[in-house]
C-alpha cells in the first residue's frame, strides 16, 4: 500500500503539467523524484487520445561508456576479462507525436551504481502502449539497447511495435554529406536542431556525469531532449519520402483514404501500376506524400490476361 495519498499524487502530476521540473517539483513536496517518474510515467501511457489513430513515440535513449584496462591506445582486443564495467542505460527522453509534453527521466539520483531497472521499467510501459516507435539509428541502437536491458532485468517483451528509424529513411531515399542527427535537424529543421555540447564537450558530458556533477546531469537532460524535440521535427520532413513507412490509416475505423500525415485533402494523380494490376493514385495536398488506392481497376478478364502472358 501506497504511503502517499491520492491527494498528494493529483498534486504532483498538477505540478508536473504546470512545466515544472521532476527535480523541482520533487523539492517543493518532498516526494521522491523516483516516485514522481513513475506517477508521470503512469499518467502518460493511460492519457486517453481525443481522436482514433495510431500512438507514435518519439523516443532517444542515453548509455553510459563501458570501462575497460588496456595497454595501448590503437588497435586493442579487448578481452571479457578486460571489462571493469558494463554499460547500461543513464536516462532517456519520450514524447508522443504532436504532443506537448515531453517525459524525461535519468539516474542523476542513483549515479553511483549500474542498477538501470526503474529507468527500463518506466520504458517498458511506453513502448508497451505505443503502435510505433520513432528513433534515429533507433533499429540497430536504441531498441536494441533497451531490449537488452529489459531482457538483463527478466522482464517480459513489450507488444510488438514498429519501427521508424529516420537514419534508415535518409540513407535509403538521399545521399545526404552526413547522416548524422545533428547534420540533418540543421539542415532541415526550422523550429528545433540537436543540440551542441555547451559546457561538457563530447565525452566529458558522461565522464562528469558519471562523477556526479549536477551541472553535468542539467546538460545531459537538456542534450537529451533537444534531440527529441528536433527528432520529432525531422521525422515530419521525411516521413512524406518514406515509401517503406508503415500504413497508418489501419489505425482509424473509417473507410476514408488518409494520407501517413493524417489529411484527408488529396488530389488524384493518375494511377500507379504493376505487371498485374492498376491503381489509382492520390497526391497528399498537406505534405506531397503520393497514396496509392487499394482497388486493383483492372477487370478480372484483363488479369487474366495479364497472368496468361506472364505464364508464356
Given at each position: 500500500m501506497s504511503k502517499y495519498t491520492e491527494e498528494q499524487k493529483s498534486n504532483v502530476l498538477e505540478l508536473l503539467s504546470s512545466g515544472l521540473s521532476q527535480r523541482v517539483v520533487s523539492s517543493l513536496t518532498n516526494v521522491?523524484?523516483?516516485?514522481?517518474?513513475?506517477w508521470a510515467v503512469e499518467s502518460y501511457t493511460q492519457a486517453e487520445q481525443s481522436e482514433e489513430g495510431p500512438k507514435i513515440l518519439v523516443l532517444d535513449i542515453e548509455t553510459n561508456f563501458l570501462r575497460s584496462a588496456t595497454w595501448a591506445l590503437f588497435k586493442q582486443n579487448v578481452g571479457l576479462n578486460q571489462i571493469l564495467n558494463d554499460w547500461y542505460i543513464i536516462g532517456f527522453a519520450a514524447k508522443?507525436?504532436?504532443?506537448?509534453?515531453?517525459?524525461?527521466?535519468?539516474?542523476?539520483?542513483s549515479w553511483q551504481n549500474e542498477n538501470d531497472y526503474q529507468l527500463c521499467d518506466q520504458m517498458w510501459r511506453l513502448i508497451d502502449e505505443a503502435d510505433i516507435v520513432v528513433a534515429h539509428n533507433g533499429r540497430k541502437f536504441d531498441m536494441k539497447k533497451i531490449n537488452a536491458r529489459l531482457l538483463h532485468h527478466n522482464f517480459k517483451p513489450p507488444r510488438p511495435v514498429k519501427v521508424v528509424?529516420?537514419?534508415?529513411?535518409?540513407?535509403?531515399?538521399?545521399?545526404?554529406?552526413?547522416?548524422k542527427l545533428e547534420y540533418l535537424t540543421d539542415k532541415f529543421?526550422?523550429?528545433?536542431?540537436?543540440?551542441k555540447h555547451g559546457q561538457f564537450p563530447g565525452f566529458e558530458l558522461w565522464s562528469?556525469?558519471?562523477?556526479?556533477?549536477p551541472d553535468a546531469w542539467e546538460e545531459l537532460e537538456e542534450y537529451n531532449i533537444k534531440d527529441i524535440l528536433s527528432l520529432e521535427e525531422l521525422y515530419l520532413r521525411l516521413?512524406?519520402?518514406?515509401?517503406?513507412?508503415p500504413n497508418l490509416n489501419v489505425y482509424y475505423q473509417d473507410n476514408l483514404i488518409r494520407c501517413n500525415c493524417g489529411s484527408e485533402n488529396l488530389e488524384h494523380s493518375g494511377y500507379w501500376t504493376t505487371n498485374l494490376s492498376k491503381f489509382d493514385q492520390f497526391t497528399c495536398q498537406e505534405c506531397g506524400a503520393h497514396v496509392r488506392g487499394r482497388v486493383n481497376l483492372l477487370s478480372k478478364d484483363k488479369q487474366k490476361s495479364l497472368n496468361a502472358n506472364i505464364a508464356s
Open positions: 521522491p523524484k523516483s516516485t514522481i517518474a513513475d508522443w507525436l504532436g504532443e506537448d509534453e515531453i517525459f524525461y527521466a535519468d539516474k542523476r539520483d528509424d529516420t537514419l534508415e529513411i535518409a540513407k535509403r531515399h538521399f545521399a545526404f554529406t552526413s547522416n529543421c526550422k523550429v528545433y536542431k540537436k543540440s562528469q556525469c558519471m562523477s556526479g556533477n516521413r512524406a519520402w518514406d515509401n517503406k513507412h
